[in-house]
């Protein structure tokens, strides 16, 4: 059974960092894996994926310069730092891994989504 737990989320303030931790159990071998957001009233996008060999790093244009993935292939963990946190970053915050080849951006080739972490930035 393959499980994805995130943790990390919180409340910051503007300008604050954190850093999101994702978990997989269950899967190793998988095509690509990424960090996914909705927030209230807007469907879910992407915000930052890599491919299992890492040769393909994707971000968002609202968060590059700003966030970083890494993976921890020994813990099986996928991380995103935030940093430079602005309010429209505000968003529960899922980990997904697409586990056959497809389209790296595309949400629909994801098949595995964690619970998600609320992320809430705000003065």
């Known amino acids: 059974q393959v499980q994805l737990v995130e943790s990390g989320g919180g409340e910051v303030q503007p300008g604050g960092s954190l850093l999101l931790s994702c978990v997989a159990s269950?899967?190793?071998?998988?095509?690509?894996i990424g960090w996914f957001r909705q927030a209230p009233g807007k469907q879910r996008e992407a915000v930052s994926c890599?491919?299992?060999?890492?040769?393909?790093?994707y971000y968002a244009d609202s968060v590059k310069g700003r966030f970083t993935i890494s993976r921890d292939k020994a813990k099986n963990a996928l991380y995103l730092q935030m940093n430079s946190l602005k309010p429209e970053d505000t968003a529960v915050y899922y980990c997904?891994?697409?586990?056959?080849?497809?389209?790296?951006?595309?949400?629909?080739?994801?098949?595995?989504w964690g619970q998600g972490t609320q992320v809430t930035v705000s003065s």
């Open positions: 269950g899967i190793t071998a998988y095509y690509g």
């Open positions: 997904a891994i697409q586990s056959l080849p497809a389209g790296l951006l595309d949400i629909d080739n994801y098949n595995y």
């Open positions: 890599i491919s299992s060999t890492e040769f393909s790093t």
